[in-house]
């Protein structure tokens, strides 16, 4: 009996080791990315832009994709991290990795005294909750105008990452580089969580949580756990923002960074933690071809294309890559999808 | 993970590689940043069109130079306003930043103005203090404390005696509030409320009951360009106007772009502006006449007329510098310019580098079937009070 037990526990301790490996492909994405920032230093600002909107979309992520959880309000963290970041740099307080980490902190703070709102309720009550917290938060910081500069917005200077690395107008690349490590850490961390046991937990919460419940499961706990982490994450990204951008205002706290994020998430497709990165990087470089070519109407544009990927689904699309790929590069095809 | 995220890096790097296309060097670039979606959309297609009109008739060269016109939507964000200000003047090199739709828009590419030198001409956004941001700012909209103070003039000179200010609570309505009620104050008046509404919840419902409960003989408003017809038919509902409470504002509130869809609720307000289309003069009656044909269906307002004032400007500049699109040059030349604009004589201040200009008092009105405001009085070279009162 113990003996089996023992065999069956060995075999899903070996089947997660194997997931927990980076694949060839995934050292790829990474090393490109990289390249990239590297490869066009002039374009370094965009670049920048990607990165911090992937890190959201990512935040995402760890709720819709892993746990099934919906929100709307996801830029009520992104802003409590940009102003949190955005007040200690104006005050002159520090380097921009405490104000990172202070950032994030707060977000994740934030998130878990709310969290246990989306404990009762289903889907719809959970989006009116989520975006009911970010509109309150956004007057909460309208109305702080001896803090958070109001509706005129906050600007600050900040000073070099770690002493050395100014990230400035002049320091672009800095900029992108230092946003992208900080993707790359916070990415490892979330492909661990989503390998370990507890990511196996928020899945069968996922799919389905009453079941789970009874598997023994503490629901509830891990939803807010899973909660309080993909809103620090998104107070990192906001906290980006802010120390990259040097200026944070009340649109952070847009519903419509919180509809952006979830439109890159579902381009570039939810659960497997790329999707937001890549949804990110498809959507802000198309946005800036479009709207370059029509200022006013390349909505509409964005608009199309996400019909015609929802119509013609992204499965077929990838299946059409994929048997391409499959021609000129059968190994890696083969792997199919993580 | 598929081979599909490769080829998609391949196709992303590739077109960030195609992305802008360099300017040749007898090129001068202008970098328009406006919102052209979001809220503030109207703003950025009237800017649009009083840009795009003023390169039509003045064709693209001066001065040896052919001018590019860049305009890039920021939605309104001013994060997205930093990354393209900073785009456009690392990668296009502009010569000029021109736009900004609000306050924060345009505070966000001040420090970019500054460090890399380059002008920023600020054709909306008009807050008092943004000049003071950045020595490289240059403004050819209007400050609110210029037409805010001039409308408690001529309403203290009017049997005005007891008045509330409502006003958007941020940058431009608190200037208007603390610019209309100090110089109504100071004349012997006295505002009985002053009246803050959120930006982002446009009903004034329950602050135009309180009008009604203090009775007073005006209330005094300020609006974001694009807000003013939801104001004005909340005050005809509540039958303010019958009660015989005067409207009276700034020009934003009845706002050109909007006056049509406002409606008669709007007749009888009287405002305080830069601009009206109705101005009487050879030149608007021409600019009007051929932003119309060109934009149909649309009456040009302030913004457009910024717009067209701030490509004038910089037409202007290139000619004294004689093709020397260097941003020290060009900030020199503009320093002091003064030009005949649809709106009137207008000139650049040296000191302040913000525009001196007349403001008119306007009164709604029917003419030939439409709404306009119709000016019957003339304050002539206003400076900006905020700033003219610290030199």
Request: glycine share 10%; with cysteine.
């Amino acid at each position: 009996m113990s003996g089996a037990s023992s065999a069956v526990a060995r075999r899903i301790e070996a089947h997660l080791a194997r997931r927990r490996r980076w694949r060839a492909i995934e050292i790829v994405f990474w090393l490109a990315a990289l390249g990239t920032i590297l490869a066009f230093p002039s374009r370094a600002a965009l670049i920048n832009e990607i990165v911090i909107a992937g890190l959201f979309a990512l935040s995402l992520d760890l709720i819709l994709g892993l746990a099934g959880i919906v929100s709307l309000g996801q830029a009520a963290f992104l802003g409590v991290g940009a102003y949190a970041a955005a007040i200690l740099a104006s005050k002159d307080l520090g380097d921009p990795t405490l104000g990172l980490a202070v950032g994030a902190l707060a977000a994740g703070a934030l998130g878990f005294v709310t969290a246990p709102l989306l404990l009762r309720g289903a889907d719809l009550a959970r989006l009116m909750v989520t975006l009911g917290v970010s509109l309150m938060l956004g007057e909460l910081a309208n109305r702080s105008a001896w803090l958070t500069g109001g509706a005129d917005g906050l600007n600050f200077s900040m000073s070099p990452v770690l002493g050395l690395f100014p990230i400035g107008f002049t320091g672009q690349r800095n900029a992108a580089l230092y946003s992208f490590v900080v993707l790359f850490v916070l990415f490892a961390l979330a492909r661990r969580l989503r390998q370990s046991p507890f990511g196996l937990a928020l899945a069968a919460i996922r799919e389905n949580r009453l079941r789970a419940g009874a598997l023994g499961i503490a629901t509830g706990w891990r939803i807010v756990a899973i909660y309080t982490v993909s809103a620090a994450y998104a107070g990192a990204a906001g906290a980006l923002l802010a120390q990259t951008t040097q200026i944070v205002s009340l649109d952070l706290f847009d519903f419509h960074r919180s509809a952006d994020g979830l439109l890159m998430l579902i381009i570039g497709g939810a659960g497997y933690l790329y999707g937001g990165i890549i949804g990110a990087a498809m959507f802000i470089v198309l946005r800036d071809v479009i709207s370059a070519a029509t200022p006013e109407y390349w909505e509409f544009w964005i608009g199309l294309l996400l019909v015609a990927l929802v119509l013609v689904g992204r499965e077929r699309l990838r299946d059409i890559v994929l048997s391409r790929a499959a021609l000129v590069w059968p190994k890696a095809a083969g792997r199919g999808a993580a | 993970m598929t081979a599909r995220t490769s080829t998609l890096c391949v196709a992303l790097a590739a077109l960030l590689a195609a992305s802008p296309a360099l300017a040749d060097d007898n090129s001068v670039t202008i970098g328009m940043i406006l919102p052209m979606t979001g809220p503030s959309a109207s703003t950025g297609k009237q800017e649009k069109a009083g840009a795009e009109l003023y390169l039509q008739q003045h064709g693209d060269t001066v001065a040896g130079k052919t001018i590019v016109l860049a305009v890039k939507d920021d939605t309104g964000a001013a994060d997205v306003t930093k990354r393209l200000a900073q785009d456009l003047v690392a990668n296009d090199h502009a010569a000029a930043l021109m736009g900004f739709g609000l306050t924060p828009l345009a505070l966000a590419a001040a420090p970019i103005a500054t460090e890399a030198k380059v002008p920023e001409i600020v054709t909306a956004a008009a807050t008092a203090s943004i000049t003071e941001k950045s020595p490289f700012i240059v403004r050819t909209s209007f400050t609110l404390p210029q037409a805010s103070a001039p409308m408690a003039q001529w309403a203290l000179n009017n049997g005005v005696k007891k008045v509330v200010t409502i006003v958007t609570d941020y940058g431009p309505g608190v200037d208007a509030e603390k610019w209309f009620g100090e110089t109504f104050e100071k004349g012997g008046g006295t505002i009985v409320e002053r009246i803050r509404a959120p930006l982002k919840n446009p009903d004034f419902a329950p602050f135009l009951q309180r009008v009604a409960d203090d009775k007073p003989d005006a209330v005094f408003v300020f609006v974001p360009s694009g807000f003013g017809s939801v104001f004005m038919k909340q005050f005809v509902e509540r039958g303010l106007d019958k009660a015989g409470v005067k409207l009276i504002g700034t020009g934003d509130v009845t706002d050109d772009d909007q006056l049509a869809d406002i409606g008669d609720a709007a007749l009888g307000a009287v405002t305080a502006h830069h601009y009206s289309a109705a101005h009487d003069s050879p030149e608007n009656k021409a600019f009007v006449a051929a932003f119309e044909k060109a934009n149909a269906g649309m009456r040009p307002n302030f913004m457009a007329v910024a717009a067209y004032d701030g490509m004038d400007l910089v037409y202007r500049a290139l000619e004294k510098t004689k093709g020397d699109a260097s941003g020290p040059a060009l900030l020199a030349a503009m320093k002091g310019m003064s030009w005949t604009s649809p709106r009137g004589p207008v000139s650049i201040d040296p000191e302040t580098r913000d525009i001196v200009q007349n403001i008119y008092v306007r009164k709604v009105e029917k003419t030939d079937g439409a709404l306009y405001n119709v000016e019957f009085a003339t304050i002539p070279d206003v400076k900006d009070p905020y700033k003219a009162g610290k030199h």
